[in-house]
C-alpha cells in the first residue's frame, strides 16, 4: 500500500482533534509532522487515508486509540536541570523547610519524560535528606513519555547540564549494551509518583503544593487554554507558593494574582 499525503483539509481536522481533546494548539505548516507520526498508525489498521483514521478516532471504536494519537501528536522534548535558576530557587525552599522541620511538596505539571520531576527530586533529597517529609509529583498528557519516566532510563546526553556528585550520588551508568545510558538510582525511582493527567479538564485530587512546575507547555496552548490551565494549578497552590514557568513564557494577559519574583518565577499571595 502507498502511504498516504495528508489533504489540507485533513490536517485542519487533526487541528482541532489535538485541540479538543488536549487543548493544543498545533500551528499551521506541520502537516509533515501529523503524517509522519500517525502514518504507522495508518498502516496498523491498513486505512487508505488520515481522514479514515479520523473518522476511527471519533467512532471510538477502537477506544485506547484516541491515546495512541494523543500521545503521538504531543511533543516532548526535555533534559536534567533546565534552567538552573528554578532549581537555585527549589534548593532555598528545601533548605528553608528543612531549617523548620516542615514538609515540601512539588509537582511537575507537564512532566514529560521525566527529567524535569527527577532533577526537582535530586535536591530535594539532597537537601532534605532521603527520609525527609518530601513529595513529588509528575503528572503528563501522555501515557507513552510516563512509562518511560517510570522507568528512568535515559541517553547520557540528557545529563550534561546535571550537577557531577548528582550524576554519581543518583544515577548508575550503563555498561556493555547499555553504554551510553543512565538509570535513575531505584530508592529515588520511588520518592516520584507519576499520574497520566490532562491540564485541560478537571483536575483529580491532588492535593495542595507548596511549588507547581509548568514549564515550556503553554507555548502549545490558545490564551483562553492557558487561562484555564493555569487558574486550575493556581487552585492547587498553597499561599505563598511559587509558580514556575519557562524562560521564553509569561503570565501577562494571563493571570494577574500572582507578584512576580523574577522571570519566569511567580509567587502566590
Request: proline share 4%.
Amino acid at each position: 500500500m502507498s502511504v498516504a499525503t495528508i489533504t489540507e483539509r485533513e490536517f485542519l481536522q487533526f487541528q482541532r482533534f489535538i485541540f479538543d481533546a488536549a487543548g493544543i494548539t498545533m500551528a499551521d505548516g506541520k502537516q509533515a509532522l501529523v503524517s509522519g507520526r500517525l502514518a504507522k498508525r495508518l498502516a496498523h489498521y491498513q486505512l487508505a487515508s488520515y481522514g479514515d483514521y479520523l473518522r476511527l478516532l471519533e467512532s471510538r471504536a477502537q477506544p485506547a486509540e484516541l491515546q495512541v494519537a494523543v500521545d503521538l501528536l504531543t511533543t516532548n522534548e526535555t533534559y536534567f536541570f533546565r534552567e538552573p535558576k528554578h532549581f537555585a530557587l527549589l534548593r532555598d525552599l528545601a533548605q528553608e523547610a528543612h531549617d523548620k522541620n516542615r514538609a515540601l511538596r512539588v509537582w511537575s505539571a507537564a512532566s514529560s519524560s521525566g527529567e524535569e520531576p527527577y532533577s526537582i527530586a535530586m535536591v530535594l533529597a539532597d537537601v532534605m535528606g532521603d527520609d525527609a517529609p518530601w513529595e513529588v509529583l509528575g503528572t503528563d498528557i501522555s501515557t507513552r513519555v510516563l512509562q518511560r519516566a517510570r522507568s528512568g532510563h535515559y541517553p547520557m546526553e540528557r545529563a550534561t547540564q546535571m550537577p557531577p556528585a548528582y550524576l554519581k550520588r543518583f544515577c548508575l551508568k550503563g555498561q556493555g549494551s547499555e553504554a551510553g545510558t543512565m538509570l535513575i538510582e531505584r530508592s529515588l525511582r520511588q520518592r516520584v509518583q507519576f499520574q497520566h493527567l490532562n491540564l485541560n479538564a478537571p483536575l483529580p485530587k491532588v492535593g495542595t503544593f507548596d511549588v507547581i512546575f509548568l514549564r515550556n507547555v503553554m507555548i502549545y496552548f490558545s490564551l483562553e487554554t492557558k487561562r484555564q490551565v493555569v487558574a486550575r494549578l493556581l487552585a492547587q497552590l498553597r499561599p505563598g507558593g511559587y509558580f514556575l514557568i519557562g524562560h521564553s513564557e509569561t503570565l501577562n494577559d494571563i493571570n494577574d494574582t500572582l507578584t512576580a519574583v523574577a522571570p519566569s518565577i511567580y509567587r502566590k499571595p
